[in-house]
C-alpha cells in the first residue's frame, strides 16, 4: 500500500513538473512577445525664454535618461519616427500662461518597428521665470544713479584718467554696445559666431542624430541679421545659415553605399541674440545665449531635420517668423539661384 502511495506521488509530481515546464514557457514566451512600455511623459523638459509678454516656449526630450532606462531601444530612432508633438502657444507668453503640450505620435511604427508601446497625455503647463522688462529698466537707472555718484567723486581727477577708468568699468561690468545692424559687428566676431555655429551643430549631430544619420557635409552659407521693434525679447538676432547633407539610411545594410542610400540636403540656421559690436568680443562669443530653428523638415516618413528644404524656404520661415517683433531683411548669403 506504501509502494503503491509512492509511485502515485510520483507520478503526480511528475505531471505537475510537466505542467509547471509548460506553463513557465508559455509565460516566457509571453514575457518575450509583451513590448516595453515607455512613458513619454516622464522624459520631456520644458524651457521658458525671452522677457515677460514676449516669451517663447521650447521641448526637448532627455534622451540620456531614456537610453539608460532603455539600454535595449533605438532610442534616437524611435523619437525621430514616432514620437511628435507641438504646444497650443509657444510665442508672446507672458508669466503666469498655461500651455499645453499636445502630442501627435505613431503608436503603430512603435509597436511594429520598435516593439515600444509609448504611453503619453498631453501636459498642461505654467509659463515663469521669463525676465521683467520693468525690473531690467530699474536696474538701468540704479547704474546710472551709481554712475553719477562716481563721476561726482572724481570730478577733481584728471580727465584722461577718469575715462580710462570708466571704459574699464563698462568692460567690467558686460556694458557693451549691442549692434543696431549687420555692418557693426566687427568682422571678427562675425567668424567667431560662424565657428560657435558649427560647433553646437556638431554636438546637435553626435548627441541627438540616430545611427542610421550620417552628415556628410556642413556648409556655411552665410549670415542674416534681425534688428528688434520696440518691445522686443532682443535688441538684435544674427543668424549665420548652413547648408547640410545627409545620408539618412547609413548602416542599415551595415555600410554607406551612395548608390543605394538616401541622402538629404536641407538648410538651417541658428539665432544668436544681443550681439555686441566690439571685435574683443571675438573670444566670448560662446557666452552668447542660442537657439536652433524651429522649423521642422521631412524628407519622408523615417526621419526630420530641424531646417527646410530650401533656402528660399528657410528665409521665408524666417521672414514669417520674426516680422512681428523684428526688422529683417539684413542676409549676407550666397545667391539663392544659384545653390
Request: overall charge negative; charged content about 35%; hydrophobic content about 30%.
Amino acid at each position: 500500500m506504501k509502494k503503491s502511495v509512492q509511485i502515485a506521488a510520483i507520478i503526480l509530481a511528475s505531471v505537475l513538473g510537466v505542467g509547471v515546464l509548460v506553463g513557465g514557457g508559455y509565460m516566457a514566451y509571453k514575457t518575450m512577445g509583451t513590448s516595453k512600455v515607455i512613458n513619454l511623459n516622464d522624459y520631456i523638459q520644458v524651457d521658458f525664454s525671452g522677457k515677460d509678454g514676449k516669451g517663447k516656449a521650447s521641448l526637448d526630450y532627455d534622451t540620456e535618461t531614456m537610453k539608460e532606462d532603455y539600454p535595449r531601444v533605438d532610442v534616437d530612432g524611435l523619437l525621430h519616427k514616432c514620437v511628435d508633438g507641438e504646444f497650443d502657444s509657444s510665442k508672446n507668453l507672458s508669466n503666469g500662461d498655461k500651455i499645453t503640450w499636445e502630442w501627435d505620435c505613431d503608436d503603430s511604427k512603435a509597436s511594429s518597428e520598435y516593439r515600444v508601446t509609448l504611453e503619453y497625455e498631453d501636459e498642461t503647463f505654467k509659463v515663469k521665470g521669463l525676465k521683467n522688462p520693468d525690473q531690467d529698466k530699474d536696474k538701468d537707472k540704479d547704474q546710472d544713479k551709481d554712475n553719477d555718484k562716481d563721476k561726482d567723486k572724481d570730478k577733481d581727477k584728471d580727465k584722461d584718467k577718469d575715462q580710462d577708468k570708466d571704459k574699464d568699468k563698462d568692460k567690467s561690468a558686460g556694458d557693451l554696445n549691442i549692434a543696431k545692424s549687420m555692418t557693426e559687428i566687427d568682422e571678427d566676431v562675425l567668424d567667431a559666431i560662424e565657428d560657435r555655429g558649427f560647433d553646437i551643430l556638431d554636438d546637435h549631430y553626435e548627441n541627438d542624430y540616430s545611427a542610421f544619420e550620417l552628415v556628410l557635409s556642413t556648409e556655411y552659407i552665410g549670415t542674416g541679421f534681425a534688428s528688434g521693434k520696440s518691445g522686443a525679447a532682443y535688441d538684435n538676432i544674427v543668424q549665420p545659415v548652413y547648408k547640410v547633407t545627409v545620408c539618412d539610411d547609413y548602416n542599415r545594410n551595415g555600410s554607406f553605399d551612395d548608390a543605394d542610400d538616401p541622402v538629404v540636403t536641407f538648410y538651417t540656421y541658428i539665432d544668436f541674440y544681443n550681439v555686441p559690436c566690439e571685435d574683443e568680443y571675438k573670444d566670448k562669443v560662446n557666452a552668447l545665449e542660442w537657439h536652433m530653428t524651429g522649423s521642422i523638415y521631412r524628407p519622408n516618413d523615417s526621419f526630420y531635420y530641424w531646417g527646410t528644404e530650401t533656402l528660399e524656404d528657410l528665409i521665408e520661415y524666417m521672414m514669417y517668423y520674426y516680422s512681428d517683433d523684428y526688422v529683417l531683411g539684413e542676409y549676407d548669403l550666397e545667391d539663392i539661384s544659384s545653390i
